[in-house]
């Protein structure tokens, strides 16, 4: 059976380059799934787990947002920030909701410093969720 190429980048480094069955990414419209074959395309990538299945055997990441590129036999995703899910640190994570809420608390809501807190707090709940799912 035909493999897809499978690559992981984000801005300092390159974190996998492997061949698999499948990959599960989180697109801005939901969860989409790849296999050998499929129609190109490009999309955008939301926080979340991002599975690459190969064998009977997954493995699961946190991507922070980006891209995803996809071809007939390869998929380039170009992540903001990624990490594998056996990483995540959940207290750090937690730690960092908690600051932002509190930077939170001197802003009005429709004050525009606010909204990279919500983004950050977001982001933050999908990585423990991925977490999680380890």
Same mark, same amino acid.
């Given at each position: 059976?035909?493999?897809?190429?499978?690559?992981?980048?984000?801005?300092?480094?390159?974190?996998?380059?492997?061949?698999?069955?499948?990959?599960?990414? %989180?697109?801005?419209?939901?969860?989409?799934?790849?296999?050998?074959?499929?129609? %190109?395309?490009?999309?955008?990538?939301?926080?979340?787990?991002?599975?690459?299945?190969?064998?009977?055997?997954?493995?699961?990441?946190?991507?922070?947002?980006?891209?995803?590129?996809?071809?007939?036999?390869?998929?380039?995703?170009?992540?903001?920030?990624?990490?594998?899910?056996?990483?995540?640190?959940?207290?750090?994570?937690?730690?960092?909701?908690?600051?932002?809420?509190?930077?939170?608390?001197?802003?009005?809501?429709?004050?525009?410093?606010?909204? %990279?807190?919500?983004?950050?707090?977001?982001?933050?709940?999908?990585?423990?969720?991925?977490?999680?799912?380890?």
């Amino acid at each position: 059976m035909a493999k897809l190429k499978v690559e992981v980048v984000t801005p300092e480094r390159r974190l996998v380059q492997v061949e698999a069955d499948e990959v599960i990414a %989180p697109g801005a419209e939901g969860l989409f799934g790849v296999r050998p074959g499929h129609a %190109p395309f490009l999309s955008l990538l939301s926080p979340g787990p991002l599975t690459v299945k190969s064998g009977g055997k997954n493995e699961l990441f946190f991507v922070a947002g980006g891209f995803v590129e996809v071809g007939a036999h390869n998929v380039r995703v170009l992540a903001d920030a990624a990490q594998p899910a056996k990483d995540i640190d959940a207290a750090a994570a937690k730690k960092r909701i908690a600051d932002a809420e509190t930077a939170l608390k001197g802003l009005e809501v429709t004050d525009p410093r606010a909204q %990279p807190h919500r983004e950050l707090i977001r982001r933050e709940q999908k990585r423990l969720e991925v977490g999680a799912m380890k």
